[in-house]
T-cell receptor, first 113, second 111 residues
Framework: EAQVTQNPRYLITVTGKKLTVTCSQN?????MSWYRQDPGLGLRQIYY???????DKGDVPEGYKVSRKEKRNFPLILESPSPNQTSLYFC????????????FGQGTRLTVV | SQQGEEDPQALSIQEGENATMNCSYK?????LQWYRQNSGRGLVHLIL?????REKHSGRLRVTLDTSKKSSSLLITASRAADTASYFC???????????FGKGTRLSVIA
């Protein structure tokens, strides 16, 4: 089954404790991206990757890092999480160009206390 | 950055009625897409309409695009309780830029 898999689905952590949210897709898609979703603000793009070893900032990249060492994986790294990064996070992949149909993971609800 | 704006923010209708949601955007686009999100879950792609298309259908969904007004509408006919969800439009810009999502319309269909 074609899918985008995120882990974990839920995470509660403390300020400053580094964490990684994993994202994997099995569709051989080149383009992957991370979004955060907050009430009243909609979805905002954090980072995106056009292909392996090619990443770029989205609209809200501060406090986040990503890497794309393999085509299928695109982890999101929070080196020193803060409470304002409490949010619902989504990973997505697109077959080719970034404006094609996006496939979303099920989301990771992160709480930073 | 460019962003689609959905209207209304929330919509409540009876089962069997039609639901219409609108999206306006600011700059020229290659295409416009509509997505659905059930509460707290990942978005699911519904339909994509290209800038040279005016109308597209998929099952009970009908999407229109008016590039002169920079607006799109999503019509769900004969709504069902299972259609209860948030609906988002997403736009790109000329040059194959990443998708930008609006804030969504929350649709409630009451049985």
């Amino acid at each position: 089954e074609a899918q985008v898999t995120q882990n974990p689905r839920y995470l509660i952590t403390v300020t400053g404790k580094k964490l990684t949210v994993t994202c994997s897709q099995n569709m051989n898609h080149e383009y992957m991206s991370w979004y955060r979703q907050d009430p009243g603000l909609g979805l905002r793009q954090i980072y995106y990757s056009m292909n392996v070893e090619v990443t770029d900032k989205g609209d809200v990249p501060e406090g986040y890092k990503v890497s794309r060492k393999e085509k299928r994986n695109f982890p999101l790294i929070l080196e020193s999480p803060s409470p304002n990064q409490t949010s619902l996070y989504f990973c997505a992949s697109n077959r080719g160009l970034p404006n094609t149909e996006a496939f979303f993971g099920q989301g990771t609800r992160l709480t930073v206390v | 950055s460019q962003q689609g704006e959905e209207d209304p923010q929330a919509l409540s209708i009876q089962e069997g009625e039609n639901a219409t949601m609108n999206c306006s955007y600011k700059t020229s686009i290659n295409n416009l897409q509509w997505y659905r999100q059930n509460s707290g879950r990942g978005l699911v792609h519904l339909i994509l309409i290209r800038s040279n298309e005016r109308e597209k259908h998929s099952g009970r969904l009908r999407v229109t695009l008016d590039t002169s007004k920079k607006s799109s509408s999503l019509l769900i006919t004969a709504s069902r309780a299972a259609d209860t969800a948030s609906y988002f439009c997403a736009t790109d810009a000329i040059g194959n830029t990443p998708l930008v999502f609006g804030k969504g319309t929350r649709l409630s269909v009451i049985a």
